[in-house]
């Protein structure tokens, strides 16, 4: 059966809620709890968008925009970035950042739902996702979106947490977010925004179900990558060429 669609708008504003109350310390948490990893990460996953210098590319559930400021990087001044969100908060510090940035970006901000993209189909040369696909509400709906609007041949890169194979691994990932992470948001005034970290990852899709997914939702290719022992995956899907 259907769920009903108060349900799904209510999750969905209670997340909307969350990220616009963490938005203030969001990239120095960000920085703390991952030892400056998430940086690396991000690169990473700009380069396996293959996204390329004068390409107009979108990045998806952007939050406060470092990683569409890394890909605004990539695609030089005359290429240009489109970071959504639906976060008021993360925007204005995205816009911040991006407003901040020498040599100037070609980088719009844009308030929406990345299940609902306000974008023609076949728009994008490239894109990226960080740590979005986890949180949106309905993951199949999101990734029929972004390939809508990706032209034949795009290819876009989703960075998310990912559960390790291995069992040593697995559980020091545990350990992490029930003893550092939780902790140190707790410190920060903001225990109940990252206590649901465990849970999401629980819930969410490991690597051979976010092929399948990818795949159900058009997409010709799609491969993902663990890194960092496993504890973070990259998704590279790439839409057929027409
Ligand atoms: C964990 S943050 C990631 C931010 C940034 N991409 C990064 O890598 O640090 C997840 C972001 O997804 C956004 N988000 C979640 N669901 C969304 C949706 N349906 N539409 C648009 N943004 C969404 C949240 O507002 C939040 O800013």
Redesign the pocket.
Known sequence: MTPPAVETTTD?SR??TL?NRIAPVYDRL?DWLSVGQ?RIW?LMTVKWSQASSGDTCLDL????G??AQLLGERVGKTGQVFG????CA?LEIARQRGENHYPPLSLHWIE????HLPFADNFFDAATM???LR???DIPLSLRELHRVLKPGATAAI?DFHRPNNPTLNAIQQWILQTIVVPVATANGLQDEYAYILPSLEKFPQGPEQIRLAKQAGFAQATHYPISGGIMGVLVVTKRLS
Request: aromatic share 10%; charged share 15%; net charge negative.
């Open positions: 969905a997340i909307q990220f960000n998430h991000k559930c952007c939050g406060s470092d990683l959504v969100d639906f976060s993360q929406a739902d990345a299940l960080g740590y979005g949180n949106v509400t960075l």
